[in-house]
Structures are given as C-alpha cells and as structure tokens.
C-alpha cells in the first residue's frame, strides 16, 4: 500500500510503503532508485499486525521503482503500485509516481 503526503510547495512528497506480509516475514526492506536498490538502507518497521512499514521523503514530479526484500533475499512487489516495469532479471519492479 502507498500513502501520499505533499509538501506545501508540492515538491517533496512523503510516500508511506506498508507491506503486508502474506509470507509472514521475520524482516522487510525497501528497495529502489531512489537508494541506489540497496538493501541496507531503508529497513522497515514491523508492525503489531505482522506487517511492515517505512516512510521516505522523495521528490515530487518522478517515478521511482522499488521492491520490498523479505528475509533478505526474497523479492517481491507491492500489489497496490502505481505501475510496473519490466527489470533485467526477467521479472518486474513496482513503480511509485510521486
């Protein structure tokens, strides 16, 4: 799920990512261009219901693709993504427009 918030300017927006957390993972990350797909940086906080969360601040006027990592290794997609794009591992990234 992807939750928006502008700025007053309307050049910064926060996105919340929550993942759900079918796979009942023990970790979750997200992942994407806007961290240069680093794994390490924007690790999500498990919530009380089992599922995951994280906010960023990202810049108004882009797409960005991202994914989430479960367990640190299992990659998958937000079902509620704005769009998807075809990646070079034969699969596909979710895309948030902000």
Do not use: H
């Not at 929550?18 to 680093?38: H, I, M």
């Not at 997609?77 to 699969?91: F, I, K």
Request: with cysteine; aromatic share 12%; proline share 3%.
């Amino acid at each position: 799920m992807l939750r928006k918030s502008y700025s007053k300017t309307g050049k910064i927006c926060r996105v919340t990512f929550k993942y759900d957390n079918p796979e009942n993972a023990e970790t979750a990350a997200l992942t994407g261009k806007f961290n240069s797909w680093s794994i390490q940086e924007n690790t999500m906080k498990k919530l009380k219901n089992g599922s995951f969360s994280v906010t960023l601040s990202l810049q108004a006027g882009n797409s960005y693709p991202f994914r989430y990592v479960l367990n640190g290794n299992t990659w998958v997609n937000d079902e509620e993504a704005n769009s998807y794009l075809p990646n070079e591992y034969g699969e596909e990234n979710s895309v948030v427009v902000v």
